[in-house]
């Protein structure tokens, strides 16, 4: 029941920042959490960041200390802040909103947006 679409993306030299921007649209009924992802090819999609609507968070291990997400469940939207970025942190990323919807009995679904390409190269 959601549509996301991700922005932010582009060409930044190694050391530079990027912020990744994320929205969603549609219905839900409750919002479980909210994540980016990223996926380099020939790789698997790996968890990059996801935050809870608690307000916990969880950072993969190589870009601890470089990267914040954070997000605000009433808009949909979603932001990944990344700085000191490394040439091994291009990839696509990937916007994803797990929601619960009373249709369902409050199954939770993954929503995900189609992507958008970070490239860290001199």
């Known amino acids: 029941q959601l549509q996301v679409v991700e922005s932010g993306g582009g060409l930044v030299q190694p050391g530079g920042s990027l912020r990744l921007s994320c929205a969603a649209s549609?219905?839900?009924?409750?919002?479980?959490?909210m994540g980016w992802y990223r996926q380099a090819p020939g790789n698997q999609r790996e968890l990059v960041a996801i935050?809870?609507?608690?307000?916990?968070?969880n950072y993969a291990d190589p870009v601890k200390g470089r990267f914040t997400i954070s997000g605000d469940v009433a808009k949909l939207t979603l932001d990944l802040q990344m700085n000191s970025l490394r040439p091994e942190d291009t990839a696509v990323y990937y916007c994803?909103?797990?929601?619960?919807?009373?249709?369902?009995?409050?199954?939770?679904?993954?929503?995900w947006g189609q992507g958008t390409q970070v490239t860290v190269s001199s």
């Open positions: 994803n909103f797990q929601a619960r919807s009373k249709s369902t009995d409050y199954e939770v679904a993954n929503y």
């Open positions: 549609g219905s839900y009924d409750l919002i479980h959490g």
């Open positions: 935050i809870y609507t608690a307000g916990i968070t």
